[in-house]
């Protein structure tokens, strides 16, 4: 039977990460609130930004990403145990990657023009603005692979903290730059941006302000990297370093972005049919407001808080122990790496679940700029996607075990799997009434989120044996129960405080919303601690050990 509990250094410096991306994330949200201020949250203007902000993330991970964040430290961890420390593999890696990035960035901001008419679904009036944010936006690829590969060359050489903590640096940018944004230009519920009203100031002020945050997020990680002493220096050297078993297993990890990321273009691609079909809702008697792409953007940012600050800050930590239990042949370590990671992370993941699902409604209104109709829209959409959190992270754990054996072609065959169910179920959502589509996508993602579960099953029991699955299950039953019994208590004090009524205390104000979340919440968490307790979840202590070690120091 697989331990119980993870190795107390590995709780650090999860610990470490999860505050870094905990205060990401909460900055994050501050950002995301004052942009529904600033622009709106179901406006026209918001969702072409939206369109176009998320391209040059997309475009990354679609040609590079998958080779930075999961192929990169085992095999630095490799070249750390040479003579040099790695430091002939790691320049040579840095400095073609970094060549690469800068080609890809240039050519992709001047090919904006041909990009977004092939991406997105918006018309002759809207696409001029989208690609004017497509010229500012995206040279941040660059800065996103700048940022993944000194990242992960930090994480495979021990230093976890500083690449969790950069974004911060980012969010705080950002947020600098909308509250500048709404001082100088205005806001929404004011100013009603559309395409003929926007001004070039705007667009400097809004677009310029979130790549500047990607640029610095970047370059803060030089100061710890310098700190290693690697003594890195620029290197076109390819031969006798080891490039050629990278190539092997990026090759495949390319692949799996490739299509993984094809399945999101196609998501992407049908919400703005959404977008498209706005003004003629926004025309009707009356008007009707409608779920958009930024909905399905801000809905998947709110349901991927527990996977980000739980499960990257847990999954990098024990990415690096089953590499090097790999490495050592030690099958039994990685099974009980397995495990006791994903028993850990679904004490946190479930609950947060049931939480995003109770409160949806008073969580969209911080997020609506002050428009209620605007928050059930979000709400609604947010319901959809967080139900299938935990299935998220799990998927995300057990696929770290096939990178950790340098084996990508797996994971491949998996994405395709679930891409062609991801994209059957998208072109079906496509075929819905476009005040639909977003919600038909939601369900899309969440199917998808529960069979990335299966099929990692099935493959992971192929290559590893038993690995604990059935204990996972049984933890996983008694969490749900105990999520179960909180979301019911936080529903009947939700109903108390008129959560369920259109003129309700909670819908009332930003006050009333902040008070359901507050009551609810605190309610949720309580009766969730003494479920677990009295069902012998024993999970929780594993869980909750590095949180009091840092509140006791």
Not at 66 to 71: E, T
Not at 157 to 165: P, T, V
Not at 262 to 275: E, F, H, P, Q, S
Request: glycine content about 10%; hydrophobic content about 55%; some cysteine.
């Amino acid at each position: 039977m697989a331990e119980n509990n993870i190795a107390p250094s590995t709780a650090r410096s999860s610990a470490v990460m999860a505050a870094g991306t905990l205060v990401s994330r909460v900055l994050g949200l501050v950002r995301t609130a004052l942009l529904a201020v600033a622009i709106g949250n179901t406006g026209l203007v918001t969702d072409i930004f939206s369109s176009a902000n998320v391209l040059p993330n997309f475009i990354y991970l679609l040609l590079a990403g998958g080779v930075f964040n999961a192929v990169l430290v085992p095999q630095i961890i490799k070249a750390s145990k040479r003579p040099d420390r790695g430091r002939e593999y790691v320049s040579s890696i840095m400095t073609l990657s970094l060549l690469g990035l800068g080609v890809l960035a240039l050519v992709a901001t001047l090919a904006a023009p041909w990009i977004l008419p092939l991406v997105t679904q918006l018309d002759e009036t809207q696409l001029p603005l989208a690609t004017t944010f497509a010229y500012w936006l995206f040279p941040q690829i660059f800065f996103y692979g700048a940022y993944a590969v000194i990242g992960q060359t930090l994480n495979a050489n021990g230093r976890f903290g500083a690449y969790m903590w950069a974004p911060v640096v980012n969010n705080v940018v950002a947020i600098a730059g909308i509250v500048l944004f709404i001082a100088l230009i205005g806001r929404e519920e004011t100013s009603a941006f559309s395409p003929e009203n926007w001004t070039t100031s705007a667009t400097v002020l809004l677009a310029g302000s979130t790549t500047l945050g990607i640029v610095v997020q970047a370059l803060v990680l030089l100061i710890p990297l310098r700190k290693l002493g690697l003594g890195l220096r620029p290197n076109l050297r390819m031969r006798g370093i080891g490039l050629r078993q990278t190539g092997k297993v990026a090759k495949w990890t390319i692949i799996t972005m490739l299509v993984g990321n094809g399945a999101y273009l196609v998501y992407t691609n049908i919400a703005t049919i959404a977008t498209a079909a706005r003004p003629a809702y926004a025309a009707m008697n009356p008007p009707e407001v409608i779920a958009g792409h930024l909905n399905l953007e801000t809905a998947s940012m709110f349901y991927m808080i527990p996977h980000s600050v739980i499960t990257l800050s847990l999954a990098t930590v024990l990415f690096n122990q089953m590499s090097h239990a790999f490495t050592e042949g030690n099958l039994k370590a990685v099974r009980d790496t397995v495990s006791s990671g994903l028993r850990a992370i679904g004490v946190a993941t479930v609950f947060c679940s049931a939480v995003l699902v109770v409160l949806a409604g008073p969580l969209s209104m911080w997020f609506s700029g002050g428009s209620i109709a605007s928050a059930v829209v979000q709400g609604q959409v947010l319901m959809l996607l967080a139900i299938s959190a935990p299935f998220l992270s799990a998927t995300f754990l057990m696929n770290r075990a096939f990178y950790a054996d340098e084996d990508g072609k797996t994971p491949m065959i998996m994405q395709i799997i679930l891409s062609v169910f991801g994209i059957a179920l998208a072109l079906g959502a496509a075929a819905l009434p476009p005040n639909r589509i977003v919600f038909g996508l939601a369900v899309a993602y969440s199917l998808g989120n529960v069979a990335g579960v299966i099929i990692s099953h099935i493959f992971l029991t192929r290559k590893l044996g038993y690995y604990g699955a059935g204990e996972i299950f049984d933890v996983h039953v008694r969490l749900t129960v105990a999520a179960l019994g909180s979301a019911v208590l936080g529903s009947a004090a939700l109903g108390l405080l008129g959560g369920y009524s259109a003129d309700g205390f909670a819908w009332s104000s930003l006050t009333g919303s902040l008070v359901a979340l507050l009551v609810c919440g605190s309610l949720m968490a309580g009766s969730y601690f003494f479920m677990l307790r009295a069902l012998k979840v024993k999970e929780l202590d594993a869980f909750l050990a590095p949180i009091l070690a840092k509140v006791r120091r």
